[in-house]
T-cell receptor, first 114, second 113 residues
Framework: AQSVTQPDIHITVSEGASLELRCNYS??????LFWYVQSPGQGLQLLLK??????LVQGIKGFEAEFKRSQSSFNLRKPSVHWSDAAEYFC????????????FGRGTSLIVHP | GAGVSQSPRYKVAKRGQDVALRCDPI?????LFWYQQALGQGPEFLTY????????KSGLPSDRFFAERPEGSVSTLKIQRTQQEDSAVYLC???????????FGPGTRLTVL
């Protein structure tokens, strides 16, 4: 079975600073990987996903993530954070050729200081 | 529809009561998923439908939880004899097919007193 670890429960950055949220997964074969964002009172919104091909994936709102098989990681990055990026971020992994249903990490809460 | 909708948005139940949570998926989406999100945690899979067929219910925590999608569109998650540990946000998502992007509703926050 697949699993996801998001080691940082909270991350605090200043507006305009760069951001990296960490995600490590455990799965024996090629995974599907996702990053979702959840704002207070809102449903989850897909930021980006990796299925195959280019390991650097571009998403919405200026986010990108890089799949590194050797490190079993799929870290989310943004070069310059805006106050509106404050939210909960979830990494998820699904199984190619098996269950496509994603397993979510526990989330990282992003706090943005002005 | 424009997106996935869920009702009610908030539900308070006394322990032992039965509750029913509704999900209206995006029109034409074949796949429908239910997740449970406890406070401070990520969503956990409960069950999955392909049209009206419930193909995976491995995540349902007990036989008090029951889900249906009789006409392959609207789905209802029912919890019988609610317990305090059932308090959570229940999320519904739909997708064109199981491997496609899932679109989530705003969730129903259930509080069991």
């Amino acid at each position: 079975a697949q699993s996801v670890t998001q080691p940082d429960i909270h991350i605090t950055v200043s507006e305009g600073a760069s951001l990296e949220l960490r995600c490590n997964y455990s799965y024996g074969a090629t995974p599907y990987l996702f990053w979702y964002v959840q704002s207070p009172g809102q449903g989850l919104q897909l930021l980006l996903k990796y299925f195959s091909g280019d390991t650097l994936v571009q998403g919405i709102k200026g986010f990108e993530a890089e799949f590194k098989r050797s490190q079993s990681s799929f870290n989310l990055r943004k070069p310059s954070v805006h106050w509106s990026d404050a939210a909960e971020y979830f990494c998820a992994v699904g199984a190619q050729g098996g269950s496509y249903i994603p397993t979510f990490g526990r989330g990282t809460s992003l706090i943005v200081h002005p | 529809g424009a997106g996935v909708s869920q009702s009610p948005r908030y539900k308070v139940a006394k322990r032992g009561q039965d509750v029913a949570l509704r999900c209206d998926p995006i029109s034409g989406h074949v796949s429908l998923f239910w997740y449970q999100q406890a406070l401070g945690q990520g969503p956990e899979f409960l069950t999955y439908f392909q049209n009206e067929a419930q193909l995976d219910k491995s995540g349902l925590p007990s036989d008090r939880f029951f889900a249906e999608r009789p006409e392959g569109s609207v789905s209802t998650l029912k919890i019988q004899r609610t317990q305090q540990e059932d308090s959570a946000v229940y999320l519904c998502a739909s997708s064109l097919q199981i491997w496609d992007t899932q679109y989530f509703g705003p969730g129903t926050r259930l509080t069991v007193l």
